[in-house]
């Protein structure tokens, strides 16, 4: 079932300098690289930024798909599923060989329901500002509304006594940061794809050449607001999310569905991997060992840092997949992923 749900959200308010070479204006045809400065912003940004500061309020919409087993859920528990960068809430149902690589699918098949929502920015969410509004923060706060409406029973009337969140890349950092601010929001959290080493981030962003996506297909994405980026060719989606073994016929159905993300999130993902002492529910970490995105090549025991980060969990389990890259759904290893995660979540589902 679909969902359209307006939810009232406190944002960072970010002074923003532009950085010279960006494309100007509607008029400019130009698709430079952004340029990921520390003279871009004031010191004042990064500060409010780490403080998680609320500074500024708003109403957006946020899409929601909610899929209940045949027959109804066999368990009490709702999976929050929460997508990456450049993703939409269908990166979880995907359309290519569903058996093999529908997260959806494999849940609800196993008795449990999922509600996959886009980011506000993403799919079909509001869209604001790229740079003041949509950040990492206004996720978290959607997280939290939702955990909180799904088990009061505002969403279709179903009081659901468990919230797991499921969290991809930037969906992971929410999930952390949300177990940092509110503890007891998710009753358990998988985080996919996702590292707190941070020194490729920024390096891995400027080598895919991420531009105004508006910018790189008007006829796609010109209605998108300034500062909403994307990657500009097959290439660089390949290089950066499915390095490693995997089924090439992935590649056309993950760049249908290529959307976009924002300078602000950007900026602002890499403050919310901090530590959740208070979180005492139990935390699944899934990398694959070949994540160029944060690791380069060979993330070795990048994954065990979790234990250091939800110190008061309830029980960790961290694992990398080999010859597997930053989306591990779409490799080899994603079933297995699946499976893992499912058994995993039956341990704890009581």
Known sequence: MLHLIPLFVGLLAVPWTPVAGLPSGPSSKRTSPINFTVDSYSHEVFYALTRREILITGTY???????????GAKSDSIQLLAHGATYTKHM???AYQPANYSWVK???EAGYATMAFDLIGAGNSSRPDAMHEVQT?????TARQFS???KAGHIDGHRWKRVIFVGFSIGASVGNS???QYPTAADQLILLGHSWYHDYIYPALLMMLRAEAREIDPKRWGFMPKLYTTMPSLATRQFSHLFGNFDHGVELPDWRDLD????GEAVSFTFHGTPAPKYKNSVFLALGNNDVTFCGIDCGDKHLEVYNKFPAAADHLARTYP??????LLHRTGKQLMSDVTGFIRKHDS
């Open 106 to 108: 494999h849940m609800n």
């Open 178 to 180: 949300l177990a940092t």
């Open 61 to 71: 919409n946020v899409s929601a798909r909610t899929c209940i087993p045949k027959g």
């Open 260 to 263: 976009a993300d924002t300078v």
């Open 148 to 150: 909180q409406a799904l």
């Open 137 to 141: 923060q206004a996720h978290v706060e």
């Open 92 to 94: 979880w149902d995907f």
């Open 323 to 328: 010859n597997t890259g930053h989306n591990i």
